[in-house]
């Protein structure tokens, strides 16, 4: 369990990395926020298909492994769909919007998985 909760700690961690887009947007504007989604999106892109089609070279290996819920091991990382989400979140909605809204999914979403991981819920 103890081992579980840390993965999950760890996993949801790297998620809030997200958080970077808002506060790019609010730093920097609607254009540096679009063309810097865009980014992490290509970018989330291309190591999403070394990560699937040749794991092997994979530079972040270990910790995909580690942090990888058995479903996702073969199949496209929430990371990506986080990326699009937000690239056309940022694109169509105001600065307000997409703080509150990238804001609250994200920290909703990892304090109710570790919350839930520490009850033996999830």
Do not use: Q, W
């Not at 699009?84 to 999914?105: D, N, P």
Request: net charge positive; with cysteine; aromatic share 14%.
């Amino acid at each position: 369990m103890r081992e579980k909760f840390r993965k999950e700690l760890i996993r949801k961690l790297f998620h809030l990395t997200g958080l970077t887009v808002s506060l790019v947007y609010m730093s920097l504007g609607k254009n540096y926020a679009i063309f810097y989604t865009s980014i992490l999106l290509l970018s989330s892109i291309f190591l999403e298909f070394i990560r699937i089609r040749a794991h092997i070279l994979f530079p972040l290996n270990k910790l995909a492994d580690m942090i990888s819920r058995h479903f996702e091991k073969t199949a496209v990382a929430s990371y990506v769909y986080f990326c699009m989400a937000a690239l056309i979140v940022v694109f169509f909605l105001s600065e307000k919007a997409v703080v509150v809204g990238l804001t609250a999914a994200l920290l909703g979403d990892a304090i109710s998985a570790v919350v839930g991981v520490g009850v033996g819920k999830y």
